[in-house]
């Protein structure tokens, strides 16, 4: 059984960083993809990125380029979101998502295993 369990949420100011990392174990196979996700109270789960671990192709929301990386210990399993300038409308709930075909899509419905999230709380 896959799991995924995300770290490194917190409170923050806005401007500033926050590096979420997601661990996943169980996992079989090589060529899966990791997605970032986030959910603010009220709102609709939105994408924020994806990494696929084949070869490391990833991909952005366009609210978050230029401001968000993300980057792989393959060996380990572990994704890593580094979000910098950080803004108080960011703050959700933000989780991590195994997609076990390996695309790395923005649709939620395309991730089999996700891990219970992590809150990040941006205040003005």
């Known amino acids: 059984q896959v799991q995924l369990e995300e770290s490194g949420g917190g409170l923050v100011q806005a401007g500033g960083s926050l590096r979420l990392s997601c661990g996943a174990s169980g996992v079989r196979f090589s060529n899966y993809a990791t997605g970032w996700f986030r959910q603010a109270a009220g709102k609709e789960r939105e994408f924020v990125a994806s990494i696929t671990w084949v070869s490391g192709s990833t991909y952005y929301a366009d609210s978050v380029k230029g401001r968000f990386t993300l980057s792989m210990d393959n060996a380990n399993k572990m994704v890593y979101l580094q979000m910098n300038n950080l803004k108080p409308e960011e703050t959700a709930v933000y989780s991590c998502?195994?997609?076990?075909?390996?695309?790395?899509?923005?649709?939620?419905?395309?991730?089999?295993?996700w891990g219970q999230g992590t809150q990040v709380t941006v205040s003005s």
């Open positions: 998502a195994a997609d076990a075909a390996g695309w790395g899509t923005s649709r939620p419905d395309e991730y089999d295993y």
